[in-house]
C-alpha cells in the first residue's frame, strides 16, 4: 500500500522516513553513484522541508520499497534552480500555484507479475491524484533518460523540456508532465487501480503504528489489500543492467 | 521565488530529434515508430539502426529497425551500443551506425531518442496484429468487448498474454479505426454495429 506522507502525519512516521532516506542514500548515492549530500548515512536535500510529500511503498519487511517525493514550485524547485541553462525559452512559469515538482523517485522492486505492476503504477498514479486534489495541472522534474521508460509505460503524459545532458553516469532530461483527470481515469484504467491509489493515515486510533492501520485498510479494501507488498520474486535469470527501476533526481 | 527562476531562461538550440520525441508515444504502427527514429538519429549523422533483444548468453536478437545485419557487428567501429532495459526488465541495445566523430552531444540525442523507441516499440511490437479488411481486428474486439466488461488493461493482457500497454494500443488502434474520440465512444459505436458484446470474450 502506498502511504501519504505530509506535513499533517509526519509525525507518525518518523521511523519510516528515516528508512525512506537511507533508501535513497543507498540508490542515489550508492548505486547511481550521484554526488548528494548525506548525513547519518541518511540522504537529504533542501527540498525535504515542511512543504515536502513523500509518498512511499513498503514490501512486507516494512522496509521502503518504492517512494517519490513530491513539493509546489511555486517558491523554489530543483529544476530551475540547478538546471535552469538547459530550460527553453517561453515556459509557463513555475510560480503560477498550479505547477509542482516531483523528485526522488525511485523503485527497488523487482518484478512484472500482475501485483508487481500494480504497485509500481500505484507509486505513480498517487503523485497525479493528489496534485489534481490540489487544483495543480503539471508536474516538472528532471529525469536520467534510462527511466522515462517507466513514465510511459505507466502512461505519464510527458513533454520533453529542450535538450538531454550529461548527468551523472548518464544523461538527464527535463519534463512537464500533464496532470487531468483525463490521465488519472487512464492510467487507473490500465491497470485496474483503487480510488485513490494512495491511503493517507492521519491518526492511529487504536492501532500501534501506521502500518497496522495499513492493514486495517486493507483488511475493508480488496481493491488496496491487492497493493499489499508481495512475496519477495524469484531472482532473475540475468541481469545486464544492473539499477533501479525509476530513477529521478 | 529563486533568482532562477526569474533569469533563468536561456533559449536553447532547438532539439533535432523533437518531432519524434513528441510524437513517439501517439504512434500505433512500429514501421513508422521505425522511421520516425530514422529520421531522428539521421540529424545526428546516424545512419542505420536495430534495437535487438540480449539473449541470457549475451548474443543479440534483432527484433526492429532497418538493418538487422547490425546484430553482428556489436563492438564494431562505427556502431554505437546503447543499452536499454524494456519496460519488461528486458535487456536490450540499439545499435546504431555513426560517424566516427560523434561528439557527447549527439551521443546524449541518441541516448534519449534510443530509450523512448524501445520503450514505444517493444508495445508496438507485442501489439503486433492482423489489418483487417474491414471493421475492427479480432484482437481490438476482444479488447473492446472487455473493456465494456470493465476489465483493466492489465486483466485483459493476462488473458491475451500482452502486457497493459500493448493493450491500451489495441484499443487506440480501435478508436481511430472507428473514427472515436474516445474509449467508451469506441464502444458505443462498436457495440450499435454489433462486432462487440458481453458476451463476446475471449474466443467466443
Redesign the interface.
Known sequence: MFHLITDHNRALYRGELERLHRARKAVFVDELGWGLRVRDGMEYDEYDDARAMHIIGFDTAGDVAMGIRVRPADDRSMLVDHFAHHLPAGLRPFDDGRTWEVSRGFCRERGIRKPHLMRKAACMIAPLEIALEAGVDRYVGFTDVRMLNLYYHIGWKLNLLGDPMPYGEGDGVAYEAEVSAQVVRQIRQTWGLPTPAHIRIDTLDDTKTVHEAAARIAEADPLQHQLLAPPPAAPRPMAVLRRPQMGVV | ??Y??RI??????G?PARQF??NA?DMLDLDALVDGFASAIAVERAGAHMCCA?E?DGGLYPLFGDMPELADRMGAAGVEAI???????T?MVVLIAVAASID??QL??L??AA??Y???GV?LLEAADDEPAEGLSLTERRCLSLTLSG?????IG?QLERS??A??VHIRRAMARLGAAS?AEAVSIAAARGMISHQFVLGA
Open positions: 521565488m529563486s532562477a527562476l533563468g531562461y536561456e533559449p536553447v538550440v532539439n520525441l513528441d508515444a540480449v541470457e543499452e536499454v532495459e524494456a519496460p519488461d526488465g535487456p557527447r552531444r546524449s540525442q541516448r534519449l530509450n523512448i524501445v520503450t514505444h508495445t476489465w483493466s488493461h492489465l486483466d493476462e497493459a500497454p493493450v491500451g474509449v
